[in-house]
């Protein structure tokens, strides 16, 4: 007889009980894609440093009604919640202290890719198209350019563009929400 694997999915409910209660190490990073504890990418100096600009940038030009969550999670549903590394949220007066945003929250989703470019533009993208993620951002960084993926459903979105230096990036929900591709990559 031969033995077959078994996979545990977690829901968002247990992933939060085991950080509450201490199971992860406190500098774990770690999030929760399709049931699964997932491992993130080591962060890097380019990395860190796109993230910073995209919360500068965004959020000093963001229409009032919206607010920049860097690096939080996001409850997408009983089996995800990933941590991008921007959240474009809808404004909350409690500022999320009390949930993290949803879906019926989020206008625009981006992460910054380096070493998880592979999975930011497979698995990643899938779920936030089916979950209904209305704008995903990718920053690519290995090839210096931005895709910008709109038309979430069940088999992903419906049109990824890929943008270049001297192209600029606006967000089609959320008004303000605009990135000059060529300020993401300047000369080294």
């Known amino acids: 007889m031969t033995a077959v694997a078994t996979r545990h999915r977690f829901t968002t409910a247990d992933f939060q009980r085991m950080g509450a209660a201490g199971i992860f ?9 399709n049931g699964e504890i997932v491992d993130m990418s080591p962060v890097g100096p380019r990395h860190s ?3 910073n600009l995209l ?25 995800d919640m990933p941590h991008p590394d921007i959240c474009l949220a809808r404004w909350r007066k409690d500022l999320y202290r009390f949930r993290h945003p949803v879906v019926a929250d989020i206008g625009l989703l981006v992460e910054v890719a380096e070493t998880s470019l592979e999975f930011d533009t497979g698995e990643k993208r ?6 209904g993620i209305a704008e995903y951002w990718v920053v690519d960084i290995p090839n210096r350019r931005l895709e910008v993926s709109t038309g979430p459903g069940p088999r992903g979105f419906e049109s990824t563009v ?9 967000s089609t929900l959320v008004d303000g929400a605009r990135i000059a591709v060529s300020d993401l990559f300047p000369a080294e």
């Open 25 to 33: 190490p406190p500098d774990a990073r770690i999030e929760l894609v």
């Open 126 to 131: 899938q779920m936030y198209a089916s979950k």
């Open 49 to 51: 440093g796109i993230v």
């Open 162 to 170: 890929v943008l270049s230096p001297g192209d600029t990036a606006s």
């Open 55 to 79: 919360n500068i940038s965004l959020g000093g030009s963001l229409s009032k009604g919206w607010i920049v969550c860097v690096q939080n999670p996001v409850d997408l549903g009983s089996f």
